[in-house]
Every structure is written in structure tokens, then in C-alpha cells.
């Protein structure tokens, strides 16, 4: 019936048109279905499939089926009204690259692609069915609309193209303005791309899911106001990520779309067999998701939403945030049941007596949201930070609804649960707090990724010694994380006014622009709440902020930032001026805070004696003042009371003993008015660590990779001297034939079944020792256990020493596996005990792209299974040259067509002004490319330019970065004309290479990229 209909409307509009009668309004123009087989077609026949799958009938479908290796056509007049248009194309392939889509209106072409890998196991299977959208597409009447399959070996299969009016992604009034461009440009590329990514019609992004027949139900038939929150190729929503994208995604204008979704998670929980649990994941229909929507209960994520939903109320204003049923009955359900069923009991009259702690539940998936803990938690950190802010976001809502004394009492209750974690939450020998218990009560205060930083996040802690220990053991820890949990490390830092570290990280999510979604949103959330300090009050029309810039960036303005009915603008001018305007709504209290103790604060003028409080353990001195709208007020610190002298800055800093991932650093000491106490010692922006001396040894860093070092001298009144001279070493390499410490690389993944994996040390956290041998250098791991490294065929030979560690006497029963790409390159011999001697392995690795170190329990339990790879060791390649399309690149995309081994972004042979390459990369502006190569390579070079098959319109730029630093820049726009370019830089160290090619500013018509000849220098 779809198709009789479909076909039916085509041959009205036609006759309509063919009688010269009026046609469509134009304000209903479209959607325009056409059936691919109505369509004139050549090369093309036609064929009927009914796709099922796993038995079940999913659609029937009539194609129109080209030739493998052919190229067939098929054209269709466009009849509907003038305008810009969508054109959405719906086919069927599984092959990358089998087949290449083109577009064009009146021969000339207006979008090509080539199809991607889809994983059904023939065309029959629904899998492989897949839309392809045109953007932005002028048409008017009388238009010839033609698509072109050109076979590459798949049989091309094309359903409908279904023409539809252009609507685009939502658009934002919110701008940044600031001297650091990497600032600008990386918040501009976060808020673009998360507008980006709402669920709108014709989003070029959707229409790809796999199983894409399961995303709706008879009752959820049109996409739900919402925005992605996933993976990319999932069309979905997770509530922990929608919770921590929310602050972005207010400040860009989509509370619609956040409300709806933090609602439906909201909704979930009294649905029959949730138990007050919100699901894990929505469709972007707003059905449950099929992957696993039910699959994860992660204690944090109800107290999570709950909290965020709160900060929402506080942004907007907006009384359905509180008052709305659904979400009411959650916030109450949540502090209710759903805490009892966790085994939180209170006793408000003898809080001694009281468990205030939720506990995960037989069933549920893990106390934490670090999704692969080594211990069985049934309590973490994380999740009880997440209760603690629910509690308080709890008590402010039944405030607000006038329930007082309610009110009062959740609030003592957050606050016991503070001092409950303070008091029992502390491990004194290791001098940290417990990241997460077992049910046996035993807590584990090692690395626990988001159990430890999100700890300090969400407010756990005493804000003075023990806190700031803790961030230190975080930023000793923080180099290993997904790029999930590093989108939360800046406004960890932020929080607690350790702004270098937090600008550090935000300028790595600003320049690595990583597709997950949570990393654009919170690229503009950490701007605002973050470094801006904005801290909203909507209800009560209030705002407050505070300064965090750093020296790197001596003034930021945001404008049209949203509090309520209120648009405001906000500037800060380093960390003693602020400008706050009201460029609409009512009159706005504006608390203007800044970090420290000044003895005056002027606004617009004239002084006042400010008033002080703790921000998160930091002093803050503020004023508040009315801004009506229309009006601006600036507020100026004065000079603080107390020692406000800094020492002077340490000078004659001087490096010496550079080795592969150490350097000794030694300089002359600083003066002040009351004493130095120590000093701090960057490495670049990040605080490397802290000395109470004149010399300090930075470990921990990689072979052949450049580093610059600064210290500043500290004393009494925490006032920071000016930064000494810098010092600049490049590590010994680990390439060339030489050796490189495994321990001194990043690996991409390392796991085991119990306890921490851990550099140079054993499991246990000691000295590595087997046989009575002692190690410097090593890891330390139990069964069962993987640890993984990303080598891109840097590396020639590994070697290592092996064993059960002396630390366990008994019992432990092993076996070591070497494996590369996937083929076992070595077994132990025999299973290891602690009885065995001492076993050395010494393999190659020449061309291994993926190193797996796995150690197995032998089949009998992983009981004291404590694991050394001692001494562990790679073996640096001589130099040659390597191809860099024959490696496997982690990532690689551009704004148009498909980015090619070997080939044009067409599919032609590159070649740049006259002259053919056999090898190199084709791509198109913007694109970027990326390759893990763990510091086993020496130079990158390549020759670029403008493709031949291109003639006009192209203007583009090349860049080559390495670890988010850029290491060439071609020094002026390439066009058709342009001399090729030849480059040779040096990745000596780098892990991360991405090649860009960017649009220069004026769009990416023709703009055809070759990377020719590219090759890696060992």
C-alpha cells in the first residue's frame, strides 16, 4: 500500500502539471517519494526482496538493481515547488566503497558518496539498507534530478529518493570572543557540532542504524525532541550522557529537547520491573533501545539524572522542572523507595544508627560508572557523590514548592552523608580516599577512573588537604581515560580553581574534536560552567560567576548566554575584572565573585567591602548588584588583605640526566617577604608534581618526545610566584634501533581480574621482584589479564622477563601470551608458579600494528595470580620508510565523498600537477585522519596539493599535528594552481598523528586533497 500510494501521488503530481494546473502550495510542498522503479532508468532492471530477519518479516521492497562493475542511471523530472530541499536516498549495499553515489540537478552534481560497510550477510538481510542525505539541494519545477551507481564490484540497489523540504539543524545567538584562537575556534567547532547533532529531519547523521526497523513501535512513529547522545552510529540516548551534555545543550538553546528526554529517563522508573531504575538508553523515537537499553543499571545514573534535572530548573527557571508529575513523582521515588530498596536507612533522631550509603543490588550491573572495576563494588565514590547531589538538589525543590520543613531535613541528611564519607571514607595509610567498597565492607582506594574523579566532582571531600591530595593522585592518574571520562577532568579542575590543569584538558577536547557527542557539548559546557564560572539562579533572578582564565588567555567574552527570561553577556578580564550586561529580560542580581581575600571590590566605580565565603574549599570575595536591562556593571577586585606578595620567581632552571622517560631538573631558590614553602614544577601547563627543595626529577614520561618545564616558588598565603625560565629536553628515543621501556608508553587498554594494572610496579603496588631480582621497570598484572598497545609497526623485537612476583608465596598458577595482530607469538612453556624459574622472552614484532599482553589464570581460578612482566622492552626498527596507506589509520572522515588508500577522493590515480603516485591518501576538505603511532617513528613526510581532477573553485589548507600540537601549517592557500608542497616533519615521539585538510574559510566546493606519496621514517 505504501508503494501504491507513493507511485499514485508522483503520476497526480504529473497529470496536475501536465493539465497546467496549479501544483502544491508552496508552504506544503513535499515530501516528494519516488519509487526508484518509476523512475527512467538505464543499466538498471528491477527486483523485488522480501527482507526478514531472525524469521520475522521486517519489509518488502522493490529495487532497482544495477550491474557489478557497471555504471546505471536513473532520472526523474522534479514537479513539486521551487525550494530548497533535502534529497534522501534509501539503497541497499554492504561493501565499503562497492558502489559510488552521485546526485546531480540538470547534469550538474551536487553530492557523491561511496557506500559504507554494513554487516548483513547479503543484500536480503535488512542490515544492509542504509539513506544517504543531500543537503541543502535547490529545485524547481522542471528540474532533472539523475543518480548515478557507478559499480566498483557490488550490485547496486537503490528503493527511493524521497525529496523533502530543507530544514537544517537549530541555530544559537550564543558567541565567544576571546585573543586565543584555539579557544574560539574549538568552542565554535563544539557548539556547531552538537546543533548538529538534534534529532531534526533530514539530519545527514541519521537513517544509518543497523537494526534501524527497531527504533520505533506503533506508538512511537516520528523522531522525539531530543539530541544524540551515543555512539554515533547508534540513533539513541543514554541518560548518563544526556545528563552530563544538559549544561551545554541549555547554554545552545535545546531545553526542549532536554526536558523531553530527561523526562522519558524520568518515566521509565515505575514502569513495570524498573524498580525506580530510569532505562539506560532511548531511540531517537523515544522507545526503548534495542542494544541495551535495560543492560546497564549503573548506580550513579538515577541520582545523576535527578541532579542534572534540578540544574536544569536552576538555568531555565522553569517551573515544570519541579512540578511537572512525572518528574515530581521521580524526584520523590528516587529519595524514597528507591533508596530503601538500596539499603539506605535514615534516623533523623539518632544519626549514628543511620546507613546512609546505597548499595548495588544482586542483578544490577556496577556500583560505579567505570564500567570495568576489578573488584566486586557495592559501593562507589561516584555513586554516592551522585546521591549526595540528589539529596541536595531534592531539598532545594521542596523548598521551592514551600515544603520547608521537608526541605531542612533532606538537607542534614546530604550533609551527613558528607561526613559520613569524610569520616569512613578515608584511607589513612595510603593517604586517599576509598574510591569504592565490597559488600564485605573492604574499600580500595587505587585508581578507579570514575569512581576517583568523579568524586571530587560531585562535591565529596574535607576542600582543604585531603582534597587537594586527592586532585593530585587524579592529575597522577589522568592520562589513561577514555575520551568520555576526560570530557569531565575540565570542570573537575575548573571546580576547584586549578585552572591550568582545567584549561590543559579543555584544550585537548578543543583540538583532538572527537565525534562522541558528549565531547562537543561539554566543549561548551566546560566554557561556561567551567572557565566562566557561571553559577545560575534563575528562579530567583540571580546569577553569580567567577573568574578562571589563565595567562594563556588574557580575556574571554561570551554573549547571549541564557539565565532564565534573561540574555546576558559576560566578560572577565583575567581574574580581577568582570563585565556582566543584560541585554534583555528583568532586572538580574549579579553576584561578581573572585577568587582570594581583596580588601575592596569596585563596581562601576566605587568601592565596597566585600563579603567572603568558601567555593569548593576556595576563599571567594563577592559583591551583589542589580543590573536592570539594558544596562552593564563592572566589578573590579582591590588589593587583598594579608601576605598578597608573591615569592620571586625561581631562576637558572637547568635540566640534566635526560633519559627515555626521566629528566633531573635543578634552579636556584626564590626569595619572599614571610618564606618560600615549595614549589611547583609544570611540564608544560600540567603540574608534574611539587618539591620542598631546589631539584625535582620528572618520571613518567615518554622516549623521544620533546617536553618544556617551568617552576613557580609557593609560600605561606599560597601566593604563586611568576614562572621561572623555561627548559626544553627531548627524551632519548626509543626508535632507531634502540630500546624503549613498555612502561613508558600509553597503552590503549589494560585490564585485569583483580586489582590494578600498574607501571613498574607489581599488582600489589611494591617494588617488582621475581626470584629475588628486583626491577626498576615493568608492569604488574593479574590473571586474568590483557594489556594492549597501538605499535603501527614502529618496533622490531619485544622483550621481557617473566614470572609469578614474590609477593605471593603460594598457590598462584599462570601463563604468559604474546600476541600480534591477532596470531600468538608466544606461550609460556609450561604454567608458571611461584616456584618457576624466571622465563625470558624475546620475539618479533616487526610490522605488528596491535601488541595484546595476556596473562591466563591456567584454567584453575585466578587465586593469587599476581603477574610480572618485568623489564619489558620493544626494540626500535633501523630507519625506513613505511607507507602510510599500507597501516590502519584509527580514524578518518571529510565533509564530502570517501577518504582513499592509494586513490583521489574520486577514485582516481592521485596526481598533483602532472605527475601520478602510486601511493598516498585521497581526501576533501574538511577531513582529518588519524594514526596511533605510539612513538615508533621518526619523520613524516608527503607530498600535497590539489587534486588533477579538479580545475577551479578549490582552496584549501594542509596541516600535520602530533599528540594535539601542530607541527605544520601549509603557509598559504593551495589551489588548482599551486606549486605542490612537499613536507617532512618530525614525529619523533608522538603517539597521535592527525592529518587535517581544512576549507580556508570559504566553503568546501571542489576542494579534492591529496596527501601524496605519505610515508613514516623509523
Known sequence: MRRFTCALFALLVSALTALGLPGLPAEAAGPYVIEAESMTLANFTTATVNHTYNGAAIETVTYIQGVSGQTSTATQTFTGSAGTYDIITRYNGKTASGVTYTISVNSATVDSWATSQRYGDDYTNPVNIDNHTSSKVTLNAGDTVKLTAASAGEVPRVDRITIQKYVGPPTSTLIIDSPNATLNDGFNWGKNRALGMTFYPGNPMMGHESEWWRLKDSTHTTMAPGYWGSYVNREAFYNRDIAHQSDGAHALGLDAETFNMLKTFAGDADDQGQNGWPLWAHSSYGIMYYIDGTGFRELPSPFNVMAKAYKQYLWTGNADWINDPTLSAYYDSTMGSFLTSHEVTWNDANPSSEQPVAKKQT??????????????????????????????????????????ANSTKWANRAQRVRDYFETNWWDASNNRYFRGKDAAGTGYSSWGHEASYLTMLTGLGD????????????????????????????????????????????????????????????????????????????????????????????????????????????????????????????????EAQFYGTPATITVNGTAYTPQTKSL????????????????????????????????????????????????????????????????????????????????FTATGLSAATPYTFTVKAVDAAKNVSEASNTVSVTTTTGGNGQTVDLSDLTWSDARSDFGTVRKDKSVDGNPIRLNGTAYAKGIGTH???????????????????????????????????????????????????????????????????????????????????????AAAKLIGNPQTPTSLSDLTWTDARSDFGTVRKDKSVDGNPIRLNGTAYAKGIGTHANGTITYALNGGYARFQSDVG?????????????????????????????????????????????????LKVTDAGDGINSDHADWAAAKLLR
Do not use: C
Open 363 to 404: 542483578g544490577e550491573y556496577t556500583a560505579t560508572y567505570f564500567e570495568f572495576p576489578n573488584e566486586n563494588l557495592v559501593s562507589a565514590g561516584d555513586a554516592l557523590g551522585y546521591q549526595y547531589q540528589s539529596m541536595l538538589a531534592y531539598a532545594a525543590i521542596l523548598k521551592a514548592k514551600g515544603d520547608n
Open 616 to 695: 569548593y574549599g576556595q576563599p571567594v570575595s563577592y559583591v551583589t548588584a542589580p543590573v536592570p536591562a539594558g544596562a552593564s556593571v563592572t566589578a573590579t577586585a582591590g588589593t587583598a588583605g594579608g601576605d598578597t606578595t608573591a615569592p620571586t620567581a625561581p631562576t637558572d632552571l637547568t635540566s640534566s640526566n635526560v633519559t627515555s622517560n626521566s629528566v633531573d631538573l635543578k634552579w636556584t631558590a626564590s626569595t619572599d617577604n614571610v618564606g618560600v614553602t615549595g614549589y611547583n614544577v609544570y611540564r608544560g601547563t600540567t603540574l608534574a608534581g611539587s618539591s620542598t627543595g631546589t631539584s
Open 463 to 590: 576542600y582543604g588537604t585531603r582534597t587537594g591530595n586527592y586532585l593530585d593522585f587524579v592529575a597522577a592518574n589522568d592520562d589513561n581515560l577514555n575520551v568520555e571520562a576526560t570530557s569531565y577532568l575540565p570542570e573537575t579542575y575548573y571546580q576547584y580553581n586549578r585552572s591550568s590543569e582545567g584549561w590543559a584538558w579543555l584544550k585537548k577536547l578543543m583540538t583532538g574534536r572527537n565525534t562522541y557527542p558528549e565531547i562537543s557539548f561539554t566543549t561548551v559546557s566546560n566554557v561556561i560552567d567551567g572557565m566562566m564560572g557561571v553559577q545560575p539562579d534563575a528562579p530567583h533572578a540571580k546569577v553569580a560567576t567567577v573568574s578562571r582564565l589563565t595567562s594563556e588567555t588574557p580575556w574571554v567574552e561570551i554573549d547571549h548566554l541564557k539565565v532564565g527570561d534573561n540574555d546576558l553577556k559576560l566578560k572577565h578580564t583575567g581574574t580581577t575584572t568582570s563585565t556582566l550586561t543584560n541585554n534583555s529580560g528583568g532586572t538580574i542580581t549579579w
Open 783 to 869: 590473571a586474568n589479564g590483557t594489556i594492549t598497545y597501538a605499535l603501527n609497526g614502529g618496533y622490531a623485537r619485544f622483550q621481557s622477563d617473566v614470572g609469578v612476583d614474590d609477593e605471593v608465596g603460594a598457590n598462584a598458577t599462570i601463563k604468559f601470551q604474546v600476541w600480534g595482530d591477532g596470531v600468538k607469538l608466544y606461550e609460556s612453556p609450561s604454567v608458571m608458579t611461584p616456584s618457576s624459574a624466571t622465563q625470558s622472552i624475546d620475539v618479533s614484532v616487526a610490522g605488528v600494528n596491535s601488541l595484546v599482553l595476556k596473562v591466563t589464570d591456567a584454567g584453575d581460578g585466578i587465586n593469587s595470580d599476581h603477574a610480572d612482566w
Open 946 to 994: 590539489v587534486d588533477d581532477e579538479v580545475g577551479a573553485n578549490a582552496t584549501i589548507k594542509f596541516q600535520v599535528w602530533g599528540d594535539g600540537v601542530k607541527l605544520y601549517e601549509s603557509p598559504s592557500v593551495m589551489t588548482p594552481s599551486s606549486a605542490t608542497q612537499s613536507i617532512d616533519v618530525s614525529v619523533a615521539g608522538v603517539n597521535s598523528l592527525v
